[in-house]
Protein backbone atom coordinates (compact mmCIF):
# COMPACT_ATOMS: atom_id res chain seq x y z
CA UNK A 1 0.00 0.00 0.00
CA UNK A 2 2.95 2.67 0.96
CA UNK A 3 3.86 2.30 -2.56
CA UNK A 4 1.30 3.25 -4.20
CA UNK A 5 0.94 6.10 -1.99
CA UNK A 6 3.97 6.97 -2.65
CA UNK A 7 4.13 6.64 -6.45
CA UNK A 8 0.97 8.47 -5.71
CA UNK A 9 3.02 11.64 -4.88
CA UNK A 10 5.61 11.27 -6.59
CA UNK A 11 3.13 11.30 -9.47
CA UNK A 12 1.97 14.08 -8.34
CA UNK A 13 5.34 16.20 -7.54
CA UNK A 14 6.28 15.63 -11.14
CA UNK A 15 3.08 16.89 -12.55
CA UNK A 16 3.50 19.66 -10.91
CA UNK A 17 7.22 19.96 -11.89
CA UNK A 18 6.21 19.27 -15.39
CA UNK A 19 3.38 22.39 -14.89
CA UNK A 20 1.06 20.69 -16.45
CA UNK A 21 -1.76 21.26 -13.58
CA UNK A 22 -0.33 23.63 -11.52
CA UNK A 23 -3.07 24.11 -9.17
CA UNK A 24 -2.49 25.07 -5.37
CA UNK A 25 -1.25 21.86 -3.44
CA UNK A 26 2.18 21.50 -3.21
CA UNK A 27 3.87 24.29 -4.66
CA UNK A 28 6.36 23.56 -3.12
CA UNK A 29 7.85 20.95 -4.84
CA UNK A 30 8.81 21.89 -8.11
CA UNK A 31 12.38 19.09 -7.58
CA UNK A 32 9.64 16.87 -6.08
CA UNK A 33 10.72 13.87 -8.38
CA UNK A 34 12.74 12.04 -5.52
CA UNK A 35 11.30 13.16 -2.79
CA UNK A 36 8.50 10.18 -1.24
CA UNK A 37 9.29 10.13 2.31
CA UNK A 38 8.11 13.70 2.15
CA UNK A 39 4.99 13.38 0.77
CA UNK A 40 4.14 9.68 1.94
CA UNK A 41 2.60 10.93 5.58
CA UNK A 42 0.16 13.17 4.06
CA UNK A 43 -1.57 10.47 1.61
CA UNK A 44 -1.51 8.13 4.29
CA UNK A 45 -4.12 9.03 6.19
CA UNK A 46 -6.42 8.93 3.30
CA UNK A 47 -4.89 6.05 1.16
CA UNK A 48 -5.49 3.48 3.87
CA UNK A 49 -8.98 3.67 4.65
CA UNK A 50 -10.14 4.08 0.80
CA UNK A 51 -10.06 1.20 -0.84
CA UNK A 52 -6.75 0.12 -2.31
CA UNK A 53 -7.68 -0.71 -6.11
CA UNK A 54 -9.17 2.68 -6.23
CA UNK A 55 -5.90 4.59 -5.77
CA UNK A 56 -3.90 2.14 -7.62
CA UNK A 57 -6.19 2.78 -10.50
CA UNK A 58 -5.74 6.27 -9.85
CA UNK A 59 -1.82 5.96 -9.85
CA UNK A 60 -1.63 3.95 -12.79
CA UNK A 61 -4.02 6.81 -14.67
CA UNK A 62 -1.69 9.73 -13.22
CA UNK A 63 1.29 7.54 -15.00
CA UNK A 64 -0.75 7.50 -18.39
CA UNK A 65 -1.02 11.04 -18.50
CA UNK A 66 2.90 11.70 -17.33
CA UNK A 67 3.66 9.69 -20.51
CA UNK A 68 1.36 10.90 -22.56
CA UNK A 69 2.78 14.33 -21.87
CA UNK A 70 6.33 13.12 -22.81
CA UNK A 71 4.29 11.27 -25.82
CA UNK A 72 6.41 13.23 -28.67
CA UNK A 73 9.75 12.73 -27.06
CA UNK A 74 9.38 8.74 -27.24
CA UNK A 75 9.60 7.72 -30.79
CA UNK A 76 12.68 5.51 -30.61
CA UNK A 77 13.30 2.23 -31.81
CA UNK A 78 15.21 1.73 -28.07
CA UNK A 79 12.31 3.14 -26.16
CA UNK A 80 9.95 1.19 -27.89
CA UNK A 81 12.03 -2.59 -27.65
CA UNK A 82 12.83 -1.78 -24.23
CA UNK A 83 9.22 -1.03 -23.40
CA UNK A 84 7.90 -4.43 -25.00
CA UNK A 85 11.03 -6.36 -23.10
CA UNK A 86 9.95 -4.31 -20.02
CA UNK A 87 6.05 -5.59 -20.76
CA UNK A 88 7.11 -9.61 -21.26
CA UNK A 89 9.16 -8.85 -18.16
CA UNK A 90 6.75 -8.17 -15.91
CA UNK A 91 3.99 -9.98 -17.61
CA UNK A 92 6.23 -13.14 -17.61
CA UNK A 93 7.62 -12.14 -13.50
CA UNK A 94 5.76 -14.59 -11.57
CA UNK A 95 7.52 -17.54 -13.94
CA UNK A 96 4.17 -18.61 -15.86
CA UNK A 97 2.05 -16.87 -18.51
CA UNK A 98 -1.47 -18.10 -19.17
CA UNK A 99 -2.77 -17.37 -23.39
CA UNK A 100 -5.48 -14.80 -21.31
CA UNK A 101 -2.88 -12.40 -19.91
CA UNK A 102 -0.92 -12.95 -22.98
CA UNK A 103 -3.65 -11.30 -25.13
CA UNK A 104 -4.86 -9.13 -21.87
CA UNK A 105 -1.26 -7.26 -21.70
CA UNK A 106 -1.32 -7.46 -25.86
CA UNK A 107 -4.82 -5.11 -25.53
CA UNK A 108 -2.99 -2.88 -23.00
CA UNK A 109 -0.08 -2.47 -25.43
CA UNK A 110 -1.57 -1.90 -28.54
CA UNK A 111 -4.24 0.55 -26.84
CA UNK A 112 -1.79 2.73 -24.82
CA UNK A 113 -1.55 6.21 -26.36
CA UNK A 114 2.04 6.70 -25.76
CA UNK A 115 2.90 3.11 -27.78
CA UNK A 116 0.58 3.96 -30.76
CA UNK A 117 3.73 6.02 -31.86
CA UNK A 118 4.56 2.35 -33.52
CA UNK A 119 2.77 0.18 -35.47
CA UNK A 120 1.06 -2.69 -33.01
CA UNK A 121 2.39 -5.47 -35.70
CA UNK A 122 6.25 -4.28 -34.52
CA UNK A 123 4.83 -3.68 -30.87
CA UNK A 124 3.22 -7.78 -30.52
CA UNK A 125 5.79 -9.17 -32.23
CA UNK A 126 8.70 -8.13 -29.89
CA UNK A 127 6.75 -8.36 -26.53
CA UNK A 128 5.66 -11.92 -27.87
CA UNK A 129 9.96 -12.70 -28.62
CA UNK A 130 10.51 -11.93 -24.91
CA UNK A 131 8.00 -13.99 -23.62
CA UNK A 132 8.54 -16.75 -25.48
CA UNK A 133 12.05 -16.31 -24.50
CA UNK A 134 10.88 -15.86 -20.56
CA UNK A 135 9.11 -19.23 -20.95
CA UNK A 136 11.40 -21.04 -22.66
CA UNK A 137 14.13 -20.08 -20.12
CA UNK A 138 13.19 -17.64 -17.40
CA UNK A 139 16.70 -16.66 -16.64
CA UNK A 140 17.80 -16.41 -20.10
CA UNK A 141 15.25 -14.76 -21.46
CA UNK A 142 15.52 -12.23 -18.06
CA UNK A 143 18.63 -11.63 -19.08
CA UNK A 144 18.32 -10.54 -22.78
CA UNK A 145 14.88 -8.68 -22.11
CA UNK A 146 17.24 -6.68 -19.33
CA UNK A 147 19.84 -6.51 -22.12
CA UNK A 148 16.98 -4.91 -24.11
CA UNK A 149 15.66 -2.48 -21.36
CA UNK A 150 19.62 -1.27 -20.64
CA UNK A 151 19.72 0.37 -24.25
CA UNK A 152 17.08 2.49 -23.24
CA UNK A 153 19.61 3.93 -20.46
CA UNK A 154 21.09 6.38 -22.75
CA UNK A 155 18.04 9.01 -22.13
CA UNK A 156 16.99 9.10 -18.98
CA UNK A 157 13.33 10.37 -20.14
CA UNK A 158 13.24 7.85 -22.11
CA UNK A 159 14.11 5.54 -19.17
CA UNK A 160 11.50 6.57 -16.73
CA UNK A 161 9.14 6.06 -19.40
CA UNK A 162 9.96 2.40 -20.01
CA UNK A 163 9.62 1.94 -16.27
CA UNK A 164 6.62 3.74 -15.94
CA UNK A 165 5.18 1.50 -19.54
CA UNK A 166 6.06 -1.15 -17.25
CA UNK A 167 4.56 0.07 -14.05
CA UNK A 168 1.16 0.97 -16.03
CA UNK A 169 0.77 -2.50 -17.61
CA UNK A 170 1.87 -4.14 -14.63
CA UNK A 171 -0.94 -2.06 -12.35
CA UNK A 172 -4.23 -2.35 -15.00
CA UNK A 173 -5.17 -5.36 -13.22
CA UNK A 174 -5.40 -3.60 -9.74
CA UNK A 175 -3.01 -5.49 -8.07
CA UNK A 176 1.21 -5.28 -8.04
CA UNK A 177 2.45 -8.62 -7.21
CA UNK A 178 6.03 -8.84 -5.09
CA UNK A 179 7.79 -10.40 -8.31
CA UNK A 180 6.41 -7.60 -10.39
CA UNK A 181 8.15 -5.13 -8.35
CA UNK A 182 10.95 -7.04 -8.10
CA UNK A 183 11.32 -7.21 -11.89
CA UNK A 184 10.54 -3.38 -12.14
CA UNK A 185 13.73 -2.74 -9.40
CA UNK A 186 16.08 -5.24 -11.84
CA UNK A 187 14.74 -3.19 -15.18
CA UNK A 188 15.65 -0.09 -12.91
CA UNK A 189 19.10 -1.28 -12.10
CA UNK A 190 19.54 -2.09 -15.92
CA UNK A 191 19.17 1.68 -16.62
CA UNK A 192 21.00 3.20 -13.57
CA UNK A 193 17.69 4.60 -12.14
CA UNK A 194 16.65 4.06 -8.26
CA UNK A 195 13.51 2.42 -7.59
CA UNK A 196 12.72 4.40 -4.60
CA UNK A 197 11.65 7.17 -7.36
CA UNK A 198 9.45 4.56 -8.37
CA UNK A 199 8.24 3.99 -4.75
CA UNK A 200 9.01 -0.19 -5.43
Known amino acids: MAMWDRLKDQA ?6 QGSRGSGGQGQAPHGQGQAPYGQGQSGGHASG ?19 SVKTE ?10 MAMCALVAAADGHVEQAERQRVEELIVSNEVLQNFPADQLRQ ?16 KAEALREIAKAAK ?4 ARA ?20 YAIRDACAALGLSP ?4 V
Do not use: W
Request: net charge positive.
Open 12 to 17: KNLQQS
Open 50 to 68: SSSGGSKAKMVGLLKSQLA
Open 74 to 83: LKSGAYRDAS
Open 126 to 141: RFNKHLDQLIANFEMG
Open 155 to 158: KPAE
Open 162 to 181: VIQTGIVVAGADGHFEQSEQ
Open 196 to 199: TEFG
